[in-house]
């Protein structure tokens, strides 16, 4: 199988991207593998065997080598309605934890910056843990420090589902940005030195963040509004306060994050046949024939949303975090062995280096290191905070994860029953 990474090897640009990420550390700011895994082999590491390469995915452990990853941000993932969401995550931390214990040969977990070049003079891969969605700390900080414990250094607060602490940019508002209890976890983010990431909250959740928060945030995997209208990007006005907090935001491949024609094609389908789809379903569905073919999204076009940011914050608040998942992917950027090919595109677009080494991972070992050093000082000012505790937080309804007919049937009993309430 060609590897998406074998196109254009020959052109004097890839060569020379290669070269520059020989040199700079790349750090991709968002994968989804351990979903993948969970969903492909029940979490079975030895059945998957990710040192061959799965074709009917995007990450394994040869196109990561392919794509000269220095470290993978990798995402303890979970939707946001599931059920028993703090047992979840821990079962999704562990399973990038008995990951990297599996592949130990290959890949190296990065607890703090200095893992970093350590990894990249090893030859290793760094798997730098996340946990996507706070939904699993059920309202309360010590499952936060816990999983802080269990290596975890970047928390995305939020998924597709509006938790009572902070709203996303795909749901309905409950608290019209962060509640108190959001301002409490984002100041014990900041004591335990874990990166903040505003990927998936509303702007009004991200702009109350950026205000509360002492350390640089990031946007792990967004890309800008004003090129793509999806609600997941951007607006200019988040993306300057993400940089003025010395953050950054970090591009992304997700098709509809990237083509506005693909974005407003997939909606226009949703609306007419599936209400409440996944857009990632629906971009894989073969062109509903009433609406035409989909568009493409495309590598030069994730490049535009590149230079936009560039030209917007300047080379310091950039940087890369492709979000693989296991669906449908951008022409030009079908694995995670694409990376050299990314950066060929913008050295043949006349970017330089200084400005490539930069977006490629020194700003987020930047961010990095600062949110280590915030973390420091804060440690010294005060204890683990206690009085924090949500402790009536409303459950979103369970309906989508039960099946239609028990829903169906409490409605009848209910009927049934009238004064029975
Ligand atoms: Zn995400």
């Excluded at 924090?388 to 409605?411: C, D, F, S, Y």
């Amino acid at each position: 199988m060609a590897l998406a990474s074998e196109i254009g090897r020959k052109d004097g640009a890839y060569k020379r991207a290669v070269e520059l990420l020989r040199k700079a550390p790349l750090i991709d700011g968002h994968n989804d593998l351990p979903w993948v895994l969970r969903k492909a082999a029940g979490g079975d590491l030895a059945a998957y065997d990710l040192a061959k390469v799965h074709p009917e995915t995007d990450t394994d452990i040869p196109r990561l080598k392919a794509g000269m990853v220095n470290v993978q941000v990798m995402a303890a993932f979970l939707p946001s309605e599931i059920a028993n969401p703090a047992t979840v995550t821990l079962e999704q931390i562990d399973l990038i934890r008995r990951m990297e214990a599996l592949h130990a040969d290959v890949f190296m977990p990065i607890r703090r910056a200095t893992d970093i070049s350590a990894a990249k003079r090893k030859g290793k891969i760094g798997t730098l843990m996340s946990v996507e969605g706070t939904v699993g700390c059920e309202g309360s900080l010590a499952p936060i420090r816990m999983w802080h414990q269990l290596g975890v250094r970047l928390i995305t607060l939020c998924h597709n589902g509006s938790l009572p602490w902070v709203d996303s940019s795909t749901d309905k508002p409950i608290s019209g940005g962060i509640s108190n209890f959001g301002h409490e976890l984002v100041a014990e983010l900041n004591r335990l030195g874990i990166i903040v990431d505003l990927s998936h909250a509303s702007p009004q959740a991200a702009h109350a963040v950026v205000n509360a928060s002492r350390a640089p945030v990031v946007l792990s995997h967004s890309n800008a509004h004003a090129l793509c209208p999806h609600p997941r990007n951007a607006p200019d006005s988040l993306i300057r306060a993400v940089a003025d907090s010395e953050g950054l935001i970090m591009a992304t491949f997700v098709p509809s994050f990237i083509n506005a024609e693909l974005w407003r094609r997939i909606e226009k389908v949703k609306r007419a046949h599936w209400p409440k789809a996944d857009p990632a379903v629906i971009a894989a569905l073969d062109d509903p024939p009433e609406f035409g073919p989909l568009p493409s999204a495309t590598l030069a076009q994730f490049c535009d949303h590149v230079e936009y940011m560039l030209k917007l914050v300047g080379p310091d608040h950039v940087g890369i975090g492709g979000d693989f998942y296991g669906g449908p992917q951008p022409v030009g950027l079908e694995d995670a062995s694409v990376y050299p090919a990314l950066f060929a595109e913008m050295i043949r677009r006349g970017h330089g280096e200084q400005v490539l080494s930069r977006l490629a991972g020194a700003n987020f070992l930047r961010v990095m290191r600062k949110v280590e050093r915030v973390g420091r000082t804060i440690e010294k000012e005060r204890q683990p905070a206690l009085k924090t505790r949500v402790r009536r937080h409303t459950r979103r309804p369970a309906a989508k994860a039960r099946p239609p007919g028990e829903i169906l049937g409490a409605a009848r009993m209910a009927a049934a029953k009238p004064g029975k309430r």
